[in-house]
């Protein structure tokens, strides 16, 4: 599986990346160092020049990072700007540096031409600074592809069987199909539950409606709105996004994303909690101990079938009706990484005329 490189990924935790201290990721198998220091942000290439020792075990000097094998100074720009014992520095020496900004608690990095690198095109996660919402957060290492981790969040109706344990969905989750609707850089499903008393952690004690609405953006972040409204509130917006002061007993929001490590292995962040009005600390808490047991059993399945698919590499899939939504964000990285290639051959191309 291709993955679109034109998109900004979650390389980790902001509240995670310590003043000064290097810290080594990986995404789309491309090692990684980030560091914040000086007043500064950079993701380089975790590998020095020199030696090819990794630069995530260098040392911060002001915004500059010093490979601590032989003691070459990196520019944020992946530049050597010093050379212990040598007074010319050669214009080659440099590491490849990537677009990295901070945003929602996370930080994020661009994977593709640092030239199409628009901030804009940053998913509007919910992050810890946001004054609405009570999150707690996670994160999972999975050995299995990030394809099969976003296939799951886009098709919920594994929702009724993977998770009756934790989030105990209701049977007519799996019967009753959502709106999926294409956007410019992932689908939008919205679903209503009419008549319902709830699952596990939006449970009433009159029949209420319960909506679900996410945005599944490039290149594997879903933004999901839950909340629980007085019956009859479905048909009142026709089905569509409701007011959301008319919730009532539950409202919350989840941000999670998908980042492809290696080949074969992702890792995944989330989180999740209630709205202020509708829940505190110890909501939270409650619900992300639902979310450590839900998380873990889409794990469990999802690495055995990453087992399956490696030993029976000649199997098709076969779609059903809830696939709507896999098939388009598919279609959607296909199409672009079809148009990456191409514009990479070109620009291939170009350098080789001239």
Same mark, same amino acid.
């Given at each position: 599986?291709?993955?679109?490189?034109?998109?900004?990924?979650?390389?980790?935790?902001?509240?995670?990346?310590?003043?000064?201290?290097?810290?080594?990721?990986?995404?789309?198998?491309?090692?990684?160092?980030?560091?914040?220091?000086?007043?500064?942000?950079?993701?380089?290439?975790?590998?020095?020049?020199?030696?090819?020792?990794?630069?995530?075990?260098?040392?911060?000097?002001?915004?500059?990072? /010093?490979?601590?094998?032989?003691?070459?100074? *990196?520019?944020?720009?992946?530049?050597?700007?010093?050379?212990?014992?040598?007074?010319?520095?050669?214009?080659?020496?440099?590491?490849?540096?990537?677009?990295?900004?901070?945003?929602?608690?996370?930080?994020?990095?661009?994977?593709?031409?640092?030239?199409?690198?628009?901030?804009?095109?940053?998913?509007?996660?919910?992050?810890?600074?946001?004054?609405?919402?009570?999150?707690?957060?996670?994160?999972?290492?999975?050995?299995?592809?990030?394809?099969?981790?976003?296939?799951?969040?886009?098709?919920?109706?594994?929702?009724?069987?993977?998770?009756?344990?934790?989030?105990?969905?209701?049977?007519?989750?799996?019967?009753?199909?959502?709106?999926?609707?294409?956007?410019?850089?992932?689908? /939008?499903?919205?679903?209503?539950?009419?008549?319902? *008393?709830?699952?596990?952690?939006?449970?009433?004690?009159?029949?209420?409606?319960?909506?679900?609405?996410?945005?599944?953006?490039?290149?594997?972040?879903?933004?999901?709105?839950?909340?629980?409204?007085?019956?009859?509130?479905?048909?009142?917006?026709?089905?569509?996004?409701?007011?959301?002061? /008319?919730?009532?007993?539950?409202?919350?929001?989840?941000?999670?994303?998908?980042?492809?490590?290696?080949?074969?292995?992702?890792?995944?962040?989330?989180?999740?909690?209630?709205?202020?009005?509708?829940?505190?600390?110890?909501?939270?808490?409650?619900?992300?101990?639902?979310?450590?047991?839900?998380?873990?059993?889409?794990?469990?399945?999802?690495?055995?079938?990453?087992?399956?698919?490696?030993?029976?590499?000649?199997?098709?899939?076969?779609?059903?009706?809830?696939?709507?939504?896999?098939?388009?964000?598919?279609?959607?990285?296909?199409?672009?990484?079809?148009?990456?290639?191409?514009?990479?051959?070109?620009?291939?191309?170009?350098?080789?005329?001239?």
């Amino acid at each position: 599986m291709k993955y679109v490189r034109n998109a900004w990924y979650v390389a980790g935790w902001a509240m995670d990346l310590e003043e000064s201290t290097p810290l080594a990721v990986s995404i789309l198998g491309e090692p990684l160092v980030l560091y914040q220091s000086g007043g500064v942000l950079a993701a380089l290439e975790d590998r020095c020049v020199h030696r090819l020792a990794p630069l995530s075990l260098g040392r911060c000097e002001a915004s500059n990072l /010093r490979c601590m094998y032989h003691g070459l100074l *990196f520019a944020p720009d992946g530049k050597v700007i010093e050379i212990p014992g040598q007074e010319v520095v050669p214009p080659q020496a440099r590491v490849k540096s990537y677009p990295v900004a901070e945003r929602h608690s996370w930080i994020w990095v661009w994977m593709g031409d640092p030239t199409k690198a628009d901030e804009a095109l940053i998913p509007p996660a919910v992050g810890f600074d946001d004054p609405d919402y009570i999150l707690g957060r996670g994160q999972l290492d999975y050995a299995a592809e990030a394809r099969l981790i976003n296939d799951n969040l886009l098709d919920f109706s594994h929702l009724t069987f993977v998770h009756a344990q934790s989030f105990g969905s209701d049977p007519d989750f799996a019967r009753v199909l959502p709106s999926i609707t294409p956007l410019p850089r992932g689908i /939008r499903y919205l679903r209503w539950i009419e008549n319902t *008393f709830g699952s596990s952690t939006r449970k009433t004690d009159v029949p209420m409606d319960n909506f679900m609405a996410y945005d599944y953006l490039l290149p594997g972040i879903l933004l999901m709105q839950t909340g629980v409204f007085p019956l009859g509130t479905a048909k009142a917006c026709d089905f569509g996004h409701p007011d959301l002061s /008319r919730a009532v007993g539950s409202l919350s929001f989840t941000s999670q994303a998908v980042t492809p490590v290696t080949e074969k292995t992702a890792r995944y962040f989330f989180s999740w909690g209630p709205h202020r009005n509708f829940g505190n600390e110890e909501t939270r808490d409650g619900m992300m101990r639902v979310a450590a047991q839900a998380f873990t059993e889409d794990k469990t399945m999802i690495e055995a079938q990453q087992r399956v698919i490696d030993g029976s590499p000649d199997a098709q899939v076969m779609p059903t009706a809830h696939d709507k939504g896999v098939t388009l964000f598919n279609r959607l990285i296909a199409s672009m990484v079809k148009q990456e290639q191409e514009e990479q051959l070109s620009k291939e191309l170009e350098r080789t005329v001239s």
